[in-house]
């Protein structure tokens, strides 16, 4: 399968440049990993605002109503100057597909922030958004975005990158809109949203179905806010056993019944957490090139993105893939 090559917005810090305010940068494995396979923009809100590197450290500090962006050493306050970067650097982003930036920090962190009561040596009293990951979760809550930490789990990081495939599919449609690309991104997704969320699945393919001699724009345009619904929350387990049950019921009449039988052993093994979704649907693939059936083999369920990417480490944390 060919994939599209999707725009990744990504912390600097993570293995390409020594940015950080302690004058170092963080290799990741994954963001290295994908490298292949993206178009990475970096980013350093910090060093970008004229911090430099190494510097000293900024903090997010609750004053009054308000967090600020302080950097205690020195007392600058720095949440206009970061805010307003921030604003201009994203509104001269085209055509974005998803970010990965850098966890726990103040400005590029998505989540789980700390933030502190003063500026002098006290502990954190609540956790928040960084100023610049806060921006972006405001601004482009519709499209994946993730932290280097939270990527070190199985279930988020295979969702994130179904997320960003599909999106990046789904934005170069809009590039070359037709009603024949509309119909086929509709047929060739027809599984994976429907391992997603089948009632909005419903939805947009009744959109497809209906739209006539509508505007194709006007059409693209209610068809998108179904999609990002349908992509917004990792399937279930359940989810996946439903669609995959769905595909074995091309082949039931050509497999025999202990093959059929060690399909079921194995959905009940990923059921139980024992083995990855890339199992089953492997088995499944090999169906659809067996019996050659070309409706099957067009669908980006059994491959969302490369397979080079599968990878099934799992840090075990956020195991719920929230």
């Given amino acids: 399968m060919i994939h599209s090559r999707p725009q990744v917005v990504v912390s600097r810090c993570l293995g390409f440049d020594t940015c950080r305010y302690n004058g170092q940068m963080i290799p990741s494995k994954f963001v290295k990993r994908l490298k292949k396979y993206v178009q990475y923009f970096t980013v350093c809100p910090e060093f970008d605002i004229g911090l430099g590197a190494p510097r000293a450290p900024v903090r997010m500090v609750r004053k009054s109503d308000e967090i600020r962006l ?17 604003h201009r650097f994203l509104d001269g982003l085209s055509g974005v597909d998803g970010f990965i930036l850098k966890s726990a920090s ?36 519709f499209l994946p975005v993730e932290d280097d930490g939270r990527l070190s789990n199985f279930i988020i990081r295979e969702h994130f990158l179904t997320k960003l495939f599909t999106v990046s599919r789904f934005r170069e449609l809009s590039n070359n809109l ?4 509309l119909v086929d991104f509709q047929s060739d997704n027809k599984l994976l949203f429907m391992s997603y969320n089948q009632k909005e699945m419903r939805i947009m393919g009744a959109i497809v ?12 345009d209610e068809y998108s806010s179904h999609f990002y619904k349908t992509m917004s929350t990792p399937p279930r387990h359940t989810s996946h056993i439903n669609v995959l049950m769905h595909g074995l019921g091309y082949f039931s009449k050509y497999i025999s019944s202990s093959e059929k039988r060690f399909f079921l052993d194995t959905l009940e093994r990923y059921r139980e957490g024992k083995i990855p979704l890339s199992v089953p649907l492997y088995i499944l693939r090999s169906y659809v090139v067996a019996f050659e059936s070309e409706y099957l083999a067009r669908q980006t369920f059994f491959e969302p993105y490369p397979e080079d990417l599968v990878e099934i480490t799992d840090s075990g944390k956020g195991r719920s893939g929230k």
């Fill in 178 to 181: 037709t009603r024949k690309g």
């Fill in 70 to 86: 302080i950097q205690p050493l020195t007392g600058n306050d720095v949440t206009e100057r970061l805010t307003d970067y921030s």
């Fill in 106 to 141: 103040p400005t590029c962190g998505i989540k789980d922030v700390k933030v502190y009561p003063g500026e002098g040596k006290v502990m954190s009293s609540g956790r928040d958004s960084g100023f610049f990951g806060g921006i972006v979760i405001e601004r482009f809550n």
């Fill in 209 to 220: 179905g209906k739209m006539d001699s509508r505007d194709i724009r006007e059409v693209y």
